[in-house]
């Protein structure tokens, strides 16, 4: 089982960036999958998760409005774009894997990415 994420990079407050994650080693379509952050000195924290079909997502308040989740199943991919990014934004964003449910609390994820550095100046 592979997650692979990448797109981060350092972007000036109001920018956007696109973040990918290519799924291998397990029915791709069959699995939820999430995206989590990590800021220095703080607990990983959810921001977005989607269905195995891609027909529902859920949003942290933090990244709602600003934050837009999506999959390809085709391509074994998620993505996840990120517009208006704020300094808060800045974290490692990790992808996940959850075989049973879309869900908020990262103990339920079963596979974990490595993450990719994303960075917003002011």
Do not use: H
Request: hydrophobic fraction near 35%; include cysteine; charge should be positive.
């Amino acid at each position: 089982v592979q997650l692979q994420a990448s797109g981060g990079g350092l972007v000036q407050a109001g920018g956007s960036l696109r973040l990918s994650c290519v799924a291998s080693g397990f029915t791709f379509s069959a699995f939820a999958m999430g995206w989590f952050r990590q800021a220095p000195g703080k607990e990983r924290e959810f921001v977005a998760a989607i269905t195995g079909s891609g027909g529902s997502a859920t949003y942290a308040d933090s990244v709602k409005d600003r934050f837009a989740m999506s999959r390809d199943n085709a391509k074994n991919t998620v993505y996840l774009q990120m517009n208006s990014l704020k300094p808060e934004d800045t974290a490692v964003y990790y992808c996940a894997a959850n075989r049973v449910v879309s869900t908020t609390k990262s103990y339920e994820y079963d596979y974990w990415g490595q993450g990719t550095q994303v960075t917003v100046s002011s």
